[in-house]
């Protein structure tokens, strides 16, 4: 049983691929979606061995500068927070599907905007109130939850109408104060607000979940011979990628070691994630082609807090 949440963003630096495995849809590689929404997301399994693989490669890199028994021991904290591979003993940290916050889409101005709607911001509070509600008591929750909007209209700290794609859309400029509230929290969570809160655009939820279906990225390639160097006659095949700037969250979720003393010496799971996942760490896909870098923010207040050079931009 988990006794403890924190909820974790990250930002996609270079296009993303977190696999759903092959379909006989028009993309041949489509990226997992939510089946009732079909918002993208990122499964909990696939950020859970991310995670762990991110560390796991740290531990073995680090393991010429270490003595073996050190090694060793890294090794088996690894094992306790996540779990044996064999199945002996129960991870003790779970991660829940990231799921999709802000998706950029391209602009007439700022070059892009970070689109969202009513119902993802709906439940992304319902997730805060969830996990984070003490530390923002001073939220209305309510107020955010409470938002409409109409077909064909978006809210934007900008003024006049919002060009997205093709696609323009009537500014109501009465409901700006939602989008101070919205950045209200994330300031919380060490992001850095300044480039973000010009870009947010909150549009419908049927305008949202049409953009998001139809503007991924979607690249086609080719397999090429080894032997010979040249594209094979047959290879050709689609790939599907959540865009750069994407944005989006999950929660950590942390249980006791029932079999360990709890005191002062005892490790907490997002402490050690804290210390040990790196600022930018791989999620996906085609990693030996640049895809699926990811930048994560700070996790826990307790740990050491990086220097100002690397929290002012999200961390290293």
């Not at 924190?6 to 489509?30: C, E, F, R, S």
């Not at 911001?121 to 997730?127: A, F, G």
Request: proline share 3%; aromatic share 10%; with cysteine.
């Amino acid at each position: 049983m988990y006794d403890n949440a924190k909820m974790i963003y990250i930002k996609t630096l270079t296009p993303t691929h977190a696999g759903a495995g092959q379909t006989l849809q028009n993309v041949d590689m489509p990226i997992q979606r939510e089946t009732n929404t079909n918002i993208p997301k990122i499964e909990g399994s696939s950020l859970k061995g991310s995670i762990k693989h991110s560390i796991y490669r740290k531990i073995k890199i680090n393991e010429k500068d270490v003595n073996e028994e050190d090694v060793n021991e890294e090794e088996k904290m690894l094992n306790k927070i996540f779990g044996n591979d064999n199945g002996d003993s129960a991870s003790r940290i779970g991660f829940t599907d990231a799921k999709l916050l802000f998706f950029p889409i391209k602009s007439t101005t700022e070059i892009y905007k970070l689109i969202t709607c009513p119902y993802v911001l709906k439940r992304w509070v319902e997730d805060l109130e969830y996990c984070e509600k003490e530390d923002l008591n001073y939220i209305n929750f309510d107020s955010i939850k409470s938002i409409s909007i109409s077909e064909g209209e978006c809210i934007s700290l900008n003024k006049g109408s919002q060009v997205l794609e093709e696609y323009i859309f009537e500014n109501n400029e009465n409901n700006k104060n939602k989008i101070n509230e919205i950045t209200e929290i994330l300031k919380k969570f060490d992001i850095e607000i300044s480039e973000i809160e010009k870009r947010i655009v909150i549009l419908n939820d049927t305008d949202f979940i049409d953009l998001v279906s139809m503007y991924t990225e979607i690249i086609t390639r080719n397999r090429i011979d080894p032997k010979k160097g040249v594209a094979e006659n047959k290879g050709l095949f689609t790939e599907e990628y959540l865009p750069t700037e994407t944005i989006m969250y999950f929660m950590a979720l942390s249980s006791p070691d029932f079999f360990e003393k709890v005191d002062e010496t005892s490790i907490n799971p997002f402490d050690y994630l804290e210390k040990e996942l790196d600022y930018v760490f791989h999620v996906g896909g085609y990693s030996t082609i640049g895809k699926g870098l990811v930048k994560r923010t700070k996790i826990t207040k307790t740990a050491n807090k990086p220097d100002n050079s690397e929290n002012e931009d999200g961390g290293k």
